[in-house]
């Protein structure tokens, strides 16, 4: 069984660009919510998915973007690029819609904006 | 402002001692779940509790739910270097699709 796999893990990118920030979900998992991690703190909610429909979203603007796939794979679009964009953006995976059930997490993609 | 409040934010120990980390809130959660974190990793689940007043066990370590489901506490005993990690307690709030995270208790446990 295939655990959650984002991609890419580290990049690096300037202010005012865009990035698109890719994740598989585990086998049989239907759901996928995005977290922000800024450093030496825990992860913030983006956004979740269900059946490729935005299913709940946080304090994050609309620069903040998403999909979900039919093969429930995701992705995560932001635009134009703050400095205060650098993060770890985790991917968590969950057979359950909603905030009940374990989140399986990515290793994330760590993104630095210079 | 965090809605969950995790103490201590850094704990450095030696090998063998006992430790307690805190999760608190004013807000009540319907579950409460706890995540280990290292290094290029994301969070693993170690536990959930649901029921207010509730103790689950794993091997050395002990979690606790508050009565009125607003806290909860981890409990370590005979810590072990490979105790070594950020632990995070996240809330799930009645009605809402996210997990609720604290900031996060950085333990390093020393040889």
């Known amino acids: 069984e295939t655990g959650v796999t984002q991609s890419p893990t580290h990049l690096i990118k300037t202010r005012g660009q865009q990035v698109t920030l890719r994740c598989s979900s585990q086998?049989?998992?239907?759901?996928v919510s995005w977290y922000q991690q800024a450093l030496g703190q825990g992860p913030q909610f983006i956004f979740q998915y269900y059946r490729e429909e935005e299913n709940g979203r946080g304090n994050f603007p609309p620069r903040f973007s998403g999909l979900q796939f039919p093969n429930y794979s995701s992705e995560l679009n932001v635009n134009a690029l703050e400095l205060d964009d650098s993060a770890l953006y985790l991917c968590a995976s969950s057979p359950f819609v909603g905030n009940t059930g374990e989140l399986f997490f990515g290793e994330g993609s760590r993104l630095t904006v210079l | 402002t965090q809605l969950l409040e995790q103490s201590p934010q850094f704990l450095s120990i030696q090998e063998g001692e006992n430790l307690t980390v805190y999760c608190n809130s004013s807000?009540?959660?319907?579950?409460l779940q706890w995540y280990r974190q290292e290094p290029g990793e994301g969070p693993v689940l170690l536990v959930t509790v649901v029921t207010g007043g509730e103790v689950k066990k794993l091997k050395r370590l002990t979690f606790q739910f508050g009565d009125a489901r607003k806290d909860s506490s981890l409990h370590i005993t005979a810590a072990q270097p490979g105790d070594t990690g950020l632990y995070l307690c996240a809330g799930a709030l009645q009605g809402a699709q996210k997990l609720v995270f604290g900031q996060g208790t950085r333990l390093t446990i020393n040889p």
């Open positions: 807000s009540v959660f319907s579950s």
């Open positions: 086998s049989g998992h239907n759901t």
